[in-house]
Antibody, heavy 123, light 108 residues
Framework: QVQLQESGPGLVKPSETLSLTCTVS????????WTWIRQTPGKGLQWIGY???????RYNPSLMSRVVISVDTSKNQFSLRLTSIIPADTAVYFC?????????????????WGQGTLVTVSS | SYELNQPPSVPVSPGQRARITCSGD??????VSWYQQRPGQSPVVVIY???ERPSGIPERFSGSNSGNTATLTISGTQAVDEADYYC???????????FGTGTKVTVL
């Protein structure tokens, strides 16, 4: 059973860069999409983006200008960088694994999630 | 932007059927997944690709998708099913995954 664990700072100052890492254990990272999703009480669940095991990425258009997601399969990790942080970025950040039907252009299910990490944006 | 709308709450008595709806424009043309989130926990997929149930998910969970509405049905609801439920789909128009507004299932 694959397990995912987020790590990173719980407090970030406005205008700084948020960096989170997700460590994957129990399965290979190959042929899966590795995803970041966040959750706030006001806006619910929001998909941030994903990186395929080859390094190809896709981002939420509303966050694209501030997001970079990368993968290091040798370390079984993938990472999120979110720049120019604002208070509205305060959320619980989840990492998750996604996959789709063979031949599909995008994955259609997030089948394993980390426990989530709370990130608060405050000076 | 594409939206998926769910009722805020669905009350159900133990042993009864709970139906949770998810409405979106031409939703039938998209694959819908459903996630269960218990308080303080991360979401768990209970239905994917409209009707498929992952291994380990009880048979009382089933899904359908027709027209503009997808439905998650819990047959013979148990106290352990009390949770928030979210639908999710990929919207090619906006190039983004969209989650529903969430429904709190309360077992009376």
């Amino acid at each position: 059973q694959v397990q995912l664990q987020e790590s990173g700072p719980g407090l970030v100052k406005p205008s700084e860069t948020l960096s989170l890492t997700c460590t994957v254990s129990g399965d290979s990272m190959t042929n899966y999409y590795w995803t970041w999703i966040r959750q706030t009480p006001g806006k619910g669940l929001q998909w941030i983006g994903y990186v395929y095991s080859t390094g190809a990425t896709r981002y939420n258009p509303s966050l694209m200008s501030r997001v970079v997601i990368s993968v290091d399969t040798s370390k079984n990790q993938f990472s999120l960088r979110l720049t120019s942080i604002i208070p509205a970025d305060t959320a619980v950040y989840f990492c998750a694994r996604a996959w789709g039907l063979e031949g599909a252009t995008v994955p259609n299910v997030f089948d394993n999630w980390g426990q989530g990490t709370l990130v608060t944006v405050s000076s | 932007s594409y939206e998926l709308n769910q009722p805020p709450s669905v009350p159900v008595s133990p042993g009864q059927r709970a139906r949770i709806t998810c409405s979106g424009d031409k939703l039938r043309e998209k694959f819908v997944s459903w996630y269960q989130q218990r308080p303080g926990q991360s979401p768990v997929v209970v239905i994917y690709q409209d009707t498929e149930r992952p291994s380990g998910i009880p048979e009382r969970f089933s899904g359908s998708n027709s027209g503009n509405t997808a439905t998650l049905t819990i047959s013979g609801t148990q106290a352990v099913d009390e949770a928030d439920y979210y639908c999710q789909a990929w919207d090619s128009g906006s190039g983004s995954y969209v989650f529903g507004t969430g429904t709190k299932v309360t077992v009376l």
